[in-house]
């Protein structure tokens, strides 16, 4: 069970030395975090420069400035509602579970909680990323669901038909992709962590950027 | 002359429209000044692109002497007042000027009393804990009006800045607008003439994108040089009021309901030309509802605005 939702039987048998409720947490937030990030997220800059309350800020400090403390606001509320949502977590498991290792549990969730935050980051760039090319808050979270959307079906193709030569280069599409990187945060070597996190931010920085190109120029 | 705020040529295009087509503009430092203009004549483009908000496609915008508006050299040292903009509702009155105040770089210290202040003055400090989607149309102005004041910047630009405010309200503003005379450059946005003649020194007509004339308002108004007589039904004794001011230099002209008499070369004695002129009309039987000293800004701006649209737009 824990091979199908991890889809590697190696990490699988890695994965066993955590407590199982705190398996089904993280694979949970993992599967449900980008999701929340992209339709909370996207509208976040859009909808300031719909109302045009943007105009009440933008004399005041940069563009630059004032969208990274959005992108930071954001990672900070993406933390706080995974600190959240781990306790939620662990109080109904410590009160309705039969056999529950409270401390065990309650650590193996931290970490995959950190590791969550840091996989939902690369989202988080897309979303705000998308936030910025468009004043319509609806149009914000289409984009970013869309964008989302895009990068998994190319994670998927670039994965499927990578092979020698010159598709070798699909190998590289695949892991510039957040789902690529999923798995090697599932481990706990920070030979694959650190490589996916890094690569994660990344991504987010570079769709937040993108974005942020066109917002530096347009007319507020 | 110390500018506060200079555009040259300035041109800002939406789209194939040219909101601003060539403006030129120039706000002396310490100066109170309206800009006056027809619908989209291109005032709050002129704001908006001053402040920083609109990318200027020719030309330059050049505020406080250092050149187009950079967020590192001039924030805190302007301010905006948009027209229709809207702050997050949620946030509470006193929350959001702190963080504005925050946001240019104030200390912490210098804004809650700032803050206070200023939410004496706009009569919003019983209500300095409220929400504001709590707040009516004019409170929500008369807030807007405190943060473009925080932080005493430079150069304030206000658009319709007494939009939605009842007359008491209009009132202390506009007393609040002229305290801050000498202090501060303030740049006024409004179609309520009658304020901007209240509150201003200078006045610039904007028509097409373009600065149709830019004048003090003495001058614009020409107050010391000419004596409006409002009269009623009747036609006006021309011939007779310029007998009468043979030798005075003036000239007299008949417009509507208005005997006009100008002297553009000295300032007239208003005593001398009603001792002349009055017994003529009341002679000529028409009756004199209100003598003005000077034009009222209304009439030069209409005048100015056919000129430029044609007489009968």
Redesign the interface.
Same mark, same amino acid.
């Not at chain 1, 045009?52 to 940069?62: A, E, I, M």
């Given at each position: 069970m824990v091979g199908g939702m991890v889809g590697d039987e190696e990490l699988a048998a890695e994965l066993l030395s955590h407590p199982p409720f705190a398996i089904f947490y993280g694979a949970l937030a993992f599967m449900l975090c980008p999701w929340l990030v992209i339709l909370m997220s996207s509208p976040r800059i859009a909808e300031e420069v719909s +109302?045009? +309350? *943007?105009?009440? *800020?933008?004399?005041? &400090?940069?563009?630059g &400035?004032?969208c990274m403390g959005k992108l930071a606001g954001q990672a900070v509320m993406l933390a706080v509602a995974l600190a959240a949502g781990a306790g939620a977590a662990w109080c109904i498991g410590h009160f309705r579970m039969a056999y529950f290792e409270g401390f065990a549990t309650a650590q193996s969730m931290l970490v995959f909680a950190c590791r969550v935050w840091v996989f939902s980051f690369a989202y988080l760039g897309i979303a705000l990323g998308v936030s910025q090319v468009t004043r319509v808050p609806v149009l914000a979270i289409t984009f970013g669901l869309i964008t989302m959307l895009a990068l998994t079906f190319v994670a998927a193709v670039s994965e499927h038909y990578a092979a020698e030569g010159w598709r070798h280069v699909l190998d590289v599409v695949h892991a510039l992709t957040p789902q690529a990187n999923r798995t090697a945060l599932w481990r706990s070597s920070p030979a694959h962590t650190i490589p996916a996190a890094v690569t994660l931010i990344a991504v987010g920085f570079t769709f937040f950027l993108a974005g942020h190109a066109r917002f530096a120029?347009a007319?507020? | 002359m110390n500018l506060a705020l200079e555009f040259s040529n300035v041109v800002v295009r939406y789209g194939r429209t040219r909101a601003l087509d060539g403006l030129t503009l120039r706000v002396p430092s310490g100066s109170v000044i309206g800009l006056v203009g027809s619908n989209g004549a291109g005032k709050t483009t002129a704001l908006c692109a001053a402040a920083g908000l609109l990318k200027v496609n020719s030309g330059r915008v050049d505020l406080l002497g250092r050149g187009p508006f950079k967020p590192a050299v001039h924030a805190g040292r302007l301010s905006l007042l948009p027209q229709d903009a809207q702050m997050a509702g949620h946030s509470r009155v006193r929350d959001i000027l702190m963080y504005y105040g925050r946001l240019q770089g104030e200390s912490k210290a210098a804004l809650t009393h700032d803050v206070e202040r200023l939410l004496d003055r706009v009569h919003l400090a019983d209500r300095a804990g409220a929400r504001i989607r709590a707040l009516s149309h004019g409170m929500r102005r008369r807030l807007s009006i405190a943060q473009a004041f925080l932080g005493d910047p430079d150069i304030v630009l206000l658009d319709e800045p007494l939009n939605g405010l009842d007359p008491y309200e209009v009132a202390e503003t506009r007393t609040f607008f002229s305290d801050k005379r000498a202090e501060q450059t303030i740049v006024i946005s409004s179609h309520l003439l009658d304020q901007v003649e209240a509150v201003c020194d200078e006045v610039a007509f904007i028509e097409r994108g373009r600065t149709t004339r830019q004048d003090r308002l003495e001058s614009v108004t020409r107050r010391k040089h000419s004596l409006v007589y409002r009269i009623g039904a009747g036609s006006p004794p021309v011939d007779a009021i310029r007998d009468a001011l043979k030798e005075t230099g003036v000239e007299v002209h008949a417009y509507n309901d208005q005997v006009i008499i100008t002297n553009e070369s000295k300032e007239m004695d208003a005593a001398e030309i009603n001792a002349r002129v009055l017994p003529c009309l009341l002679e000529a039987g028409v009756g004199v509802h209100e003598i003005i000293q000077g034009l009222k800004l209304e009439d030069e701006y209409l005048k100015s605005r056919a000129r430029v649209h044609g007489v009968n737009s």
């Open positions: +109302s045009k +309350s *943007v105009r009440y *800020v933008l004399f005041r &400090t940069g563009r &400035t004032w120029r007319n507020q | -």
